[in-house]
């Protein structure tokens, strides 16, 4: 029986890294919505989210150990780092993806590059190489129940993540900025002679996916360490989960991350090779999807016409 | 000063020959493909394990390491190119992460001391640059030659028509898959010369040199020159590499921190995609009937708005 808690217990740091990639995933995925273009920037845009955030924390700490200042200055912290990333990636989009809206697909792609790279190394050159502990706003000794054992930071992580996903879901199904993303990403022309103002649209776009990127940015910090090279590999991975859910749909993406946590966690162990291979199997999970359905699991079969 | 310069001339041949490989694949097809750095691993290890394991010598190992390459590309061309566009990017871009993955895990350390390259007795040492630059650059030319005689055969021509519209190539008889496919292996084959070079180079195989970014940067290279012309994307390997060793070229790596040139790389790719979205050089025109001379081609590029735009249409 052991190995039955041991994989449950494996299957639940899985759902709290799936949660991670999914906030992540919704970045990549409203944005892919949109304008069809894959924002190579936004794994580095979730790495300053995690940066402001602990930079943030430390200096509204200051010296205190007051356990409920602690938690308040977190989610301060968070709350800074969300608008400043926002408005980093309204700037970036005005700047470096705006003017190429009508250009052929590659230069966008390569403007986020470039974009990715200034983002990264401008962190390694303030900050230093060397990673940094994100401290815990709270004392994080696992809980034992029946035998899993889950620490208070995998509980603040999903809880932030379905209160985030719940907000961006009634977003976008409720509010009437909601009902114009929606109706940019069906039909941007149409939508345009309608009187959506598509511009602020798709600002409002980048605003939020890296918001959410922010808190993605925070949580992963937990687990990884805040370094400026974090954005890379975590970014990628939640891209793979946008497209396993389907890119383009924002349930898609949830989803896609959780499975992805899931199989990157369990999967390992139940197929008996070293963990440092999550990655290939993160990887190799995305090929047979693309290969199996191509659009992803919730995404729509689109039909090519002539 | 001098000796760096060389370097970078050394490393900007064998970053154009693996972006000669990918401009068959993005500039002449159209395929978004991510994993020139897996097709450069496999080039690199084939060498180093021949001549080092089996006594193969350079030139033994150079065309074994193409083929490898190419049965690679083949064995990821054949389910992946069904995929269209950025999914093709992404699948290919994974199984890139595979291969460096599986590499590090088979032997993190990688091979040291590979043997020279000998030619007429011979031997191509690290020392001797300039000797290393004309072996390159002779390779580099040759292919160049090779590829640009491919863009204007009737195979280059129906790579162009399926690069333009997949459907209409197919409704005129192309066999879409077959040259997709032929465009990949070849691409990738190259990409196993270009590590074949590296390896006979540094005499050193690292899984680690073959990250996600090696791709991103042969990607840069082909589109900063200007995709689907040759002269161009060996332009673009010039330029990128001399961005990226520029502080060491001009001996103030103690004081430009090595961040600052990938800020200043990065800032260029943004700058000039803004600026040139087309790439520098742009698409290679002449192949569509551009009646000018290369002179007034030139004059045409520098004025920016050339009163004869296009040529005859």
């Given at each position: 029986?052991?190995?039955?808690?041991?994989?449950?217990?494996?299957?639940?740091?899985?759902?709290?890294?799936?949660a991670?990639?999914?906030?992540?995933?919704?970045?990549?995925?409203?944005?892919?919505?949109i304008?069809?273009?894959?924002?190579?920037?936004?794994?580095?845009?979730?790495?300053?989210?995690?940066?402001?955030?602990?930079l943030?924390?430390?200096?509204?700490l200051?010296?205190?150990?007051?356990?409920?200042?602690?938690?308040?200055?977190?989610?301060?912290?968070?709350?800074?780092?969300?608008?400043?990333?926002?408005?980093l990636?309204?700037?970036?989009?005005?700047?470096?993806?705006?003017?190429?809206?009508n250009?052929?697909?590659?230069?966008?792609?390569?403007?986020?590059?470039?974009?990715?790279?200034?983002?990264?190394?401008?962190?390694?050159w303030?900050?230093?190489?060397?990673?940094?502990?994100?401290?815990?706003?709270?004392?994080?000794?696992?809980?034992?129940?029946?035998?899993?054992?889950?620490?208070?930071h995998?509980i603040?992580?999903?809880?932030?993540?379905?209160?985030?996903?719940?907000?961006?879901?009634?977003?976008?199904?409720?509010?009437?900025?909601?009902?114009?993303?929606?109706?940019?990403?069906?039909d941007?022309?149409?939508?345009?002679?309608?009187?959506?103002?598509?511009?602020?649209?798709?600002?409002?776009?980048?605003?939020?996916?890296?918001?959410?990127?922010a808190?993605?940015?925070?949580?992963?910090?937990?687990?990884?360490?805040?370094?400026?090279?974090?954005?890379?590999?975590?970014?990628?991975?939640?891209?793979?989960?946008?497209?396993?859910?389907?890119?383009?749909?924002?349930?898609?993406a949830?989803?896609?991350?959780?499975?992805?946590?899931?199989?990157?966690?369990?999967?390992?162990?139940?197929?008996?090779?070293?963990?440092?291979?999550?990655?290939?199997?993160?990887?190799?999970?995305?090929?047979?999807?693309?290969?199996?359905?191509?659009?992803?699991?919730?995404?729509?079969?689109?039909?090519?016409?002539? | 000063?001098?000796?760096?310069?060389?370097?970078?001339?050394?490393?900007?041949g064998?970053?154009?020959?693996?972006?000669?490989?990918?401009?068959?694949?993005?500039?002449?097809?159209g395929?978004?493909?991510?994993?020139?750095?897996?097709?450069?691993?496999?080039?690199?290890?084939?060498?180093?394990?021949?001549?080092k394991?089996?006594?193969?010598?350079?030139?033994?190992?150079?065309?074994?390491?193409?083929?490898a390459?190419?049965?690679?590309g083949?064995?990821?061309?054949?389910?992946?190119?069904?995929?269209?566009?950025?999914?093709?990017?992404?699948?290919?871009?994974?199984?890139?992460?595979?291969?460096?993955?599986?590499?590090?895990?088979?032997?993190?350390?990688?091979y040291?001391?590979?043997?020279?390259?000998?030619?007429?007795?011979?031997?191509?040492?690290?020392?001797?640059?300039?000797?290393?630059?004309?072996?390159?650059?002779?390779?580099?030319?040759?292919?160049?030659?090779?590829?640009?005689?491919?863009?204007?055969?009737?195979?280059?021509?129906?790579?162009?028509?399926?690069?333009?519209d997949?459907?209409?190539?197919?409704?005129?008889?192309?066999?879409?898959?077959?040259?997709?496919?032929?465009a990949?292996?070849?691409?990738a084959?190259?990409?196993?010369?270009?590590?074949c070079?590296m390896?006979?180079?540094?005499?050193?195989?690292?899984?680690?040199?073959?990250?996600?970014?090696?791709?991103?940067?042969?990607?840069?290279?082909?589109?900063?020159?200007?995709?689907?012309?040759?002269?161009?994307?060996?332009?673009?390997?010039l330029?990128?590499?001399?961005?990226?060793?520029?502080p060491?070229?001009?001996?103030?790596?103690?004081?430009?921190?090595?961040?600052?040139?990938?800020?200043?790389?990065?800032?260029?790719?943004v700058?000039?995609?803004?600026?040139?979205?087309?790439?520098?050089?742009?698409?290679?025109?002449?192949?569509?009937?551009?009646?000018?001379?290369?002179k007034?081609?030139?004059?045409?590029?520098?004025?920016?708005?050339?009163?004869?735009?296009?040529?005859?249409a």
């Amino acid at each position: 029986m052991t190995t039955l808690i041991q994989y449950l217990q494996y299957f639940l740091n899985g759902i709290t890294l799936g949660a991670i990639y999914a906030l992540i995933a919704l970045g990549y995925t409203m944005v892919y919505g949109i304008l069809k273009f894959i924002n190579f920037a936004h794994g580095d845009i979730l790495m300053v989210g995690a940066y402001t955030g602990l930079l943030t924390y430390t200096a509204l700490l200051g010296d205190s150990t007051n356990g409920a200042w602690m938690l308040i200055a977190f989610f301060l912290a968070m709350l800074v780092s969300m608008a400043f990333c926002a408005i980093l990636g309204m700037f970036i989009e005005k700047v470096a993806y705006k003017p190429l809206r009508n250009a052929n697909r590659l230069a966008p792609l390569l403007s986020a590059i470039g974009v990715s790279f200034i983002l990264s190394n401008g962190a390694a050159w303030i900050f230093g190489t060397q990673s940094r502990r994100f401290p815990y706003p709270f004392d994080d000794t696992p809980i034992v129940i029946a035998g899993l054992s889950i620490t208070p930071h995998q509980i603040l992580t999903i809880v932030v993540s379905i209160i985030m996903m719940i907000v961006l879901t009634s977003f976008v199904n409720k509010t009437r900025m909601g009902k114009a993303m929606r109706a940019t990403s069906l039909d941007q022309p149409t939508s345009e002679l309608m009187g959506i103002d598509v511009n602020h649209v798709i600002s409002m776009t980048f605003a939020i996916g890296s918001a959410l990127a922010a808190v993605g940015g925070i949580l992963a910090s937990f687990d990884f360490r805040v370094s400026a090279s974090m954005g890379t590999m975590t970014g990628l991975k939640a891209f793979v989960a946008a497209v396993i859910g389907g890119i383009g749909n924002i349930q898609g993406a949830m989803l896609g991350g959780i499975i992805l946590g899931i199989l990157e966690s369990v999967g390992a162990p139940l197929l008996g090779i070293p963990s440092s291979l999550r990655d290939a199997i993160a990887f190799a999970v995305l090929i047979i999807i693309l290969l199996v359905k191509p659009d992803g699991i919730l995404g729509k079969n689109e039909r090519e016409k002539v | 000063m001098v000796n760096f310069l060389q370097l970078i001339i050394i490393y900007a041949g064998i970053y154009a020959l693996m972006a000669i490989g990918q401009n068959c694949i993005t500039g002449y097809t159209g395929m978004l493909s991510l994993c020139h750095a897996g097709f450069f691993c496999i080039g690199s290890y084939a060498t180093a394990i021949l001549c080092k394991d089996f006594g193969f010598s350079f030139w033994a190992s150079l065309p074994i390491a193409a083929i490898a390459s190419g049965i690679l590309g083949f064995l990821i061309g054949v389910p992946t190119l069904r995929l269209k566009g950025d999914y093709l990017c992404i699948a290919t871009l994974g199984l890139g992460e595979i291969i460096r993955t599986v590499a590090t895990n088979l032997n993190p350390v990688g091979y040291q001391s590979v043997p020279r390259a000998m030619l007429f007795g011979y031997q191509f040492s690290a020392r001797n640059k300039v000797q290393f630059i004309l072996l390159i650059w002779a390779f580099v030319l040759i292919f160049y030659i090779l590829f640009q005689q491919l863009a204007h055969s009737r195979l280059g021509r129906a790579m162009a028509a399926i690069r333009e519209d997949e459907v209409a190539a197919q409704s005129n008889g192309i066999n879409v898959t077959k040259y997709k496919i032929g465009a990949f292996v070849l691409g990738a084959a190259i990409g196993g010369v270009a590590g074949c070079f590296m390896t006979a180079y540094t005499q050193t195989v690292n899984p680690s040199s073959f990250t996600f970014m090696v791709s991103v940067m042969v990607l840069c290279m082909v589109v900063l020159g200007g995709m689907g012309n040759g002269k161009a994307v060996i332009l673009g390997a010039l330029i990128v590499q001399f961005i990226s060793y520029f502080p060491q070229l001009v001996g103030l790596s103690s004081v430009i921190p090595a961040q600052a040139t990938q800020i200043i790389y990065g800032l260029c790719l943004v700058v000039l995609m803004i600026w040139r979205p087309q790439g520098l050089l742009g698409r290679d025109k002449y192949r569509y009937g551009d009646p000018r001379s290369t002179k007034e081609r030139l004059v045409g590029f520098f004025k920016r708005n050339p009163e004869k735009k296009g040529g005859r249409a």
